[in-house]
């Protein structure tokens, strides 16, 4: 073989050791996909599906939308005569899809941190889920806080099966509005659900059993009326603390029940 076949031989070899060498570079790792730049495609077409970690999908699909349970970070306060660093509170999960219950009309909870003036003005407001609203509600008793307090829905008012209710609580105070809001969905009552309230003997065992059901919002009510009317119940206070410690809102369990 002459100079020029040698010389060509090399520059082949080289060439393809060098592709070859660059397309094992290339893998997924290093060039990560944008899924933001993913597109629907039809049922028909195969596509490959990347596994996701499990938290993440039962917040897009069990779980729901974060729910904005703080109100005040940043915004000052409403305290009258003074300043808090507590915040307005929805009682709430974290997430809307975890808002259930088996009640036609539910109780709703929310941790109201200031001592208010006639001046100022707090509004409870009920919308489904197409944004119409339901119920609009202004409680005016502001010398029991602050507190935690329940908002009680009119005999006039049912909630629908298997419909989310989205709900605000805001504080007014001159210029200033603080929001907390939540979420609701009421479910049937299971014939098995149904044996075991009855099977249960004490406010404590009733909220167990809604709470191992995923009834939260069911189990916030028994423990908070039970904690109202006998504040001073070890049990009963027990209960209550743990309950709100699953939801991260422990820092609520020692407030007053109004």
């Avoid at 001592?115 to 407001?125: A, V």
Wanted: charged residues 15%; glycine residues 8%; contains cysteine.
């Amino acid at each position: 073989m002459n100079r020029i076949g040698l010389d060509y031989a090399w520059i082949l070899i080289l060439t393809t050791t060098g592709l070859s060498t660059g397309l094992m570079g290339f893998t997924p790792a290093n060039y990560p996909i944008n899924d933001s730049a993913l597109t629907p495609v039809s049922e028909s077409t195969s596509i490959h599906v990347p596994e996701v970690s499990a938290p993440l999908l039962m917040a897009q699909t069990g779980r729901g939308r974060p729910v904005a349970r703080r109100g005040g970070a940043g915004h000052g306060s409403c305290e009258l005569g003074g300043q808090t660093n507590e915040l307005l509170t929805s009682i709430v999960p974290r997430f809307s899809g975890e808002g259930l219950t088996v009640a036609s009309q539910p109780m709703f909870w929310v941790y109201v941190p200031y001592s208010l003036s006639d001046s100022q003005s707090m509004q409870f407001l009920l919308k489904d889920a197409t944004g119409s609203l339901i119920y609009q509600f202004t409680p005016t008793e502001t010398a029991m806080l602050p507190g935690v307090i329940g908002i009680p829905l009119p005999s006039s008012v049912t909630l629908s099966e298997n419909q989310e209710y989205l709900w605000t609580f805001t504080v007014t105070c001159g210029e200033m509005k603080l929001t907390v809001e939540g979420a609701v969905t009421r479910i049937a009552l299971s014939p098995a659900l149904e044996t075991a309230l009855q099977a249960a003997t004490t406010p404590q065992e009733r909220a167990t059993v809604y709470r191992n059901s995923g009834l939260w919002l069911d189990a916030l009510t028994v423990l908070a009326e039970q904690q109202r009317a006998q504040p001073n119940d070890a049990a009963t206070a027990s209960a209550w603390t743990d309950l709100l410690n699953q939801i991260q809102l422990g820092d609520v369990a020692s407030k007053p029940i109004r």
